[in-house]
Every structure is written in structure tokens, then in C-alpha cells.
Nanobody, 120 residues
């Protein structure tokens, strides 16, 4: 089991930047993947980016070249650097930890979410 606590959300103008942090309650070294998801009002939760324990990353097309995910295993922390923010990035951002997929599914743990609002 792992508890995840996000921080770093807030209000930012279009074109601005924010860095989200996700602190885990235990070592993330062996966790298959850590990621960030977001959910805007009236929409389904969607993947933003994830990073695997080997270091490879995966990004949603909408955020490629603007967002960067990283993990610092020594600090049990995952970051999401968000640049060139757009109003459509407004959402609650959730940290996620998950295991490798199996025929029976996969385990997931979620943080409580942090609000990001992009508006002038």
C-alpha cells in the first residue's frame, strides 16, 4: 500500500508554469509506474503522463512538449513540470501509482488531487 499526497496546484495565467509534486509514503523504487491524471468538470479522468521504474515516459498528445514528468526515487517523489499552460489544462490533477497490468487487472493508488486553474 502507498499513500500519495499532491501539492503545487493553483491559479496561473495562460502561458505560465507550475510544478506539481507527489510525495509517496514509502519507497517508489520498485513501483512499476507513477503517473499524473487529470479530470476537468464534466469530463472523464484522463492520463496526462506516466513514468516507469526503468525511466521511460509516456505523455498524452495534448501535453507533449509542454509537460515533463520526473521521479526522484531517493525522495519518494514524482514531479510534473507544466509549461505553456492553456485554459484547457484546467482540471484537478491526481497522482497515481500502479502495478504492471495482468490478465486480472492492475492495482492503483490515488492521491486526493490538486486543483490547477489556468485563467487570465
Amino acid at each position: 500500500q502507498v499513500q500519495l499526497v499532491e501539492s503545487g496546484g493553483g491559479l496561473v495565467q495562460p502561458g505560465g508554469s507550475l510544478r506539481l509534486s507527489c510525495a509517496a509514503s514509502r519507497s517508489i523504487f520498485s513501483i512499476y509506474a507513477m503517473g499524473w491524471y487529470r479530470q476537468a468538470p464534466g469530463k472523464q479522468r484522463e492520463l496526462v503522463a506516466d513514468i516507469f521504474n526503468g525511466g521511460s515516459t509516456n505523455y498524452a498528445d495534448a501535453v507533449k512538449d509542454r509537460f515533463t514528468i520526473s521521479r526522484v526515487n531517493a525522495n519518494n517523489t514524482v514531479y510534473l513540470q507544466m509549461n505553456s499552460l492553456k485554459p484547457e489544462d484546467t482540471a484537478v490533477y491526481y497522482c497515481n501509482a500502479h502495478g504492471a497490468p495482468t490478465p486480472h487487472g492492475r492495482w492503483d493508488y490515488w492521491g486526493q488531487g490538486t486543483q490547477v486553474t489556468v485563467s487570465s
